[in-house]
């Protein structure tokens, strides 16, 4: 087997058969599956249990407009004073009283619920939504106007957005999805290099500090070292990549069956509720399928994979050779900080403005962003869903793998140097002139 | 024969001349020492040889050849700074330096079961190389720089971090590797392993090769031509009264209150000593060279002090 080769299996059979690896390996997909899994649990455990509201209410307003839901039963007590009601809370009868002081129009309203346990935020949203609606109601009537009237007004408006080239191809597009998608793809990519590109340097680093450096390259060259490290870190990073998504799938699917086996009812309504929340809260559940193939239409899904993984590859890449040659230039990791700060200021600017191009994805600050190598990466994973003229993705590639090939002529340089070198104060100077040896 | 032959070989660093046409011709099967004080430039010498750093001008010849890439399989190399991964098992970490020379896994396992089992190391092979004490960490070092038999060894500061049993250990392995067919490069500051190993030597300082030639000879040239006697006397005052009619002669006192040591500076004691029998009973007679440590000072010093 070839020396680079050699070096690439070190490098990834010792960090995949690190505990910590497999530590993070699971508990990524965990971590997504609850953020998906938790909500639903939640809601069909709240179904089973229905919070019994006495009622107060001295106005007489709100007497009838209270209906029972799935999460509560509304118990009317007319008549009786909220003092013993709030005994029957404290005993249990209730779980909680809600008392309404005599109202008037103009004064604002001073209702009051008293509970021995926190009070759900949804009883909390449903009473004063009910109440609001009531008071509103009740002085529309007062100024003389119908609110059958005013509800025939409400008007919702779906407005459609049909994106058009040059040719009259017309497509409509899902905006929401498309920042959700942008913010998501940079992130990972942001993610991705910060933390590979620190196992990289770590790396040069660990054998700098063990002082095996002069060993192995009396045996290798520093370029096949440093190299033989970047890739082998990459595949690393590629291998939890594809076990998260491996696991993620076999998370999801397995929650799903076993929703459906246990749940064969609920699950329909609460994975609506889940849709609905992803797609628009205001379409119709029958209208649905159709607006996610819509959606699913809408986006380029192959145009966004494969430039997701030319720009994760080609970013982590120019990252990786830079955190190498840093790497080299320090004996321990505290002493890092001062020569990392010129490589996470980019990163940094990226992933800040990329709210900024999730907005104005066409701008020509976008535009200038996505094209310069540091930020490239980046800030033209959060344009691609938006869809990006091909010119400019091209180009934008051919930046950066540029980039990447004159940066690792540089770090080699430095490396090459820097690991040989001990319990020495370097300056910018110093490093610059070791461009120049032979 | 000329194994590595070092032709006017310069190296500069930004600030300073590590190297300034520097020439060493280094005779086939032999142990070469490579002298001299810190900063002198042996470091940067020894990594041209391994072909870490390149010379500025100058050509390093193997067996006659240019130093190039496949001579990597032919060297092993020791560095004065050492280590091994630290999380890495002690076998696994054998095997993958001795691929990364070139040898094959299998051939790599079975080398070093054998060197394993001469350094009695045999039951460590499962285990961190962090659990291990720093001479154990040396031995296993010692094992994988020897493990693809090279020609040409260079050892820096070989016997730093061992025990005196294990530093003998080590010395024999270095005999025996010599006797088998391999030439040598030794870089030290303990002169008395110089003295013990070394068949010739350079001494640098300051990029420039300043004292080159066999230990013997050196010896030899920097003789002063000492001779040191000791004598058991019955009467101080009459082993005095012989000394002071030489000029070349220094008196001292040993630990035993009946003996006293002359030393003379010349070649020819006879006389001396045909005095000193009538006198007292002659306890010892030497011939006294001067040691590589008084050399080595002597001639950095004289150096240092012309420039």
Redesign the interface.
């Known amino acids: 087997?070839n020396?680079i080769g050699?070096?690439i299996k070190?490098e990834y059979l010792?960090r995949v058969r690190k505990r910590s690896f497999l530590i993070l390996t699971f508990l990524g997909p965990i971590l997504m599956a609850a953020i998906y899994i938790i909500p639903i649990m939640l809601a069909l455990n709240a179904s089973n249990e229905k919070m019994r509201v006495a009622v107060v209410d001295e106005s007489h307003w709100f007497e009838d407009r209270f209906n029972d839901t799935k999460e509560h039963v509304f118990i009317l007590m007319p008549g009786q004073p909220i003092d013993s009601v709030k005994e029957l809370v404290k005993n249990g009868v209730f779980d909680m009283a809600l008392y309404v002081p005599p109202t008037q129009l103009n004064i604002p309203s001073n209702a009051v619920v008293y509970s021995i346990r926190q009070v759900p935020m949804e009883v909390e949203t449903y009473i004063s939504g009910v109440m609001q609606k009531e008071i509103e109601d009740q002085k529309l009537m007062a100024k003389g106007v119908d609110p059958e009237i005013v509800s025939a007004v409400k008007t919702d408006v779906n407005l459609q957005i049909m994106r058009m080239d040059e040719k009259g191809n017309e497509k409509e597009t899902f905006t929401k999805v498309q920042f959700t998608l942008g913010i998501i793809l940079s992130m990972l990519i942001y993610m991705f290099i910060m933390v590979f590109g620190g196992q990289v340097m770590n790396g040069v680093i660990?054998?700098k500090t063990?002082?095996?450096i002069?060993?192995?390259?009396?045996?290798?060259k520093?370029f096949q070292l440093m190299m033989g490290k970047i890739i082998g870190v990459s595949l690393v990073a590629l291998t939890q990549f594809v076990l998260w998504i491996l696991l993620t799938g076999v998370l999801y699917v397995g929650f799903s069956a076993y929703i459906g086996l246990s749940h064969p009812t609920e699950i329909l309504s609460s994975g609506t509720v889940m849709t609905q929340e992803i797609t628009s809260n205001d379409i119709m559940s029958n209208e649905n399928v159709q607006s996610i193939v819509q959606i699913a239409q809408s986006i380029d899904f192959g145009t966004i994979i494969v430039c997701f993984l030319v720009f994760f590859i080609l970013g982590y890449l120019l990252y990786a050779t830079l955190y190498a040659a840093i790497g080299s230039l320090v004996d321990n990791n505290t002493d890092s900080q001062q020569f990392t700060l010129p490589i996470t200021v980019p990163l940094m600017v990226a992933i800040i403005s990329s709210f900024y191009i999730v907005n104005n994805p066409d701008s020509n600050l976008s535009v200038w962003l996505s094209m310069i190598p540091f930020t490239s990466p980046i800030s033209m994973m959060v344009r691609i869903p938006f869809g990006v003229p091909i010119w400019q993705i091209v180009l934008s590639v051919v930046l950066l793998a540029g980039t990447f090939v004159l940066m690792t002529w540089v770090a080699a340089k430095i490396y090459r140097t820097g690991i040989?070198m001990?319990g020495k104060k370097l300056t910018y100077k110093?490093i610059f002139?070791w461009l120049k040896?032979? | 024969m000329t194994k590595i032959s070092v032709n006017e070989v310069t190296k500069k660093?930004?600030d300073h001349l590590a190297l300034d046409r520097m020439c060493i011709d280094i005779p086939e099967h032999c142990i070469y020492g490579l002298l001299g004080p810190n900063g002198a430039g042996k470091t940067t010498l020894i990594?041209i040889l391994?072909?870490?750093?390149?010379?500025?001008s100058g050509q390093v010849l193997i067996g006659g050849e240019p130093l190039c890439q496949k001579h990597?399989a032919h060297?092993g190399?020791l560095?004065e700074?050492?280590?091994?991964?630290?999380?890495?098992k002690v076998g696994e970490q054998a095997i993958?330096?001795a691929?990364?020379?070139g040898i094959k896994k299998v051939e790599a396992q079975k080398r070093l079961k054998v060197w394993f089992d001469k350094f009695e190391i045999s039951g460590w092979w499962d285990k961190k190389v962090e659990e291990l004490s720093k001479g154990m960490q040396q031995k296993v070092?010692f094992i994988?720089?020897i493990i693809h038999e090279p020609d040409i060894l260079i050892f820096d500061e070989p016997f730093s971090g061992f025990d005196p049993i294990n530093a003998n250990l080590l010395k024999e392995a270095i005999l025996d590797l010599r006797d088998k067919g391999a030439t040598i490069l030794l870089s030290t500051h303990n002169m008395a392993s110089v003295e013990e190993l070394c068949d010739s030597i350079t001494l640098i300082n300051n990029g420039k090769s300043i004292l080159q030639g066999k230990v013997s000879d050196i010896k030899r040239q920097h003789d002063t031509h000492q001779r040191e006697i000791i004598v058991r006397y019955d009467d101080f005052a009459k082993v005095m009264a012989i000394a002071d009619t030489y000029n070349n002669i220094k008196v001292e006192h040993t630990d035993r209150p009946d003996e006293t040591k002359l030393t003379l500076f010349s070649e020819s004691p006879n006389e001396l000593l045909g005095q000193l029998l009538q006198v007292g009973q002659l306890v010892s007679f030497k011939e006294v060279l001067p040691s590589m440590n008084d050399i080595f000072i002597q001639e950095v010093q004289s150096k240092n002090q012309a420039s």
């Open positions: 087997m020396k050699l070096i070190r010792t660990e054998e063990n002082r095996i002069e060993v192995i390259i009396s045996s290798v520093p040989l001990y110093e002139k040896y032979k | 660093y930004a990594r391994n072909q870490i750093t390149a010379p500025d990597i060297i190399y560095p700074e050492r280590g091994l991964y630290k999380k890495m993958y330096l691929e990364l020379k070092q994988t720089t």
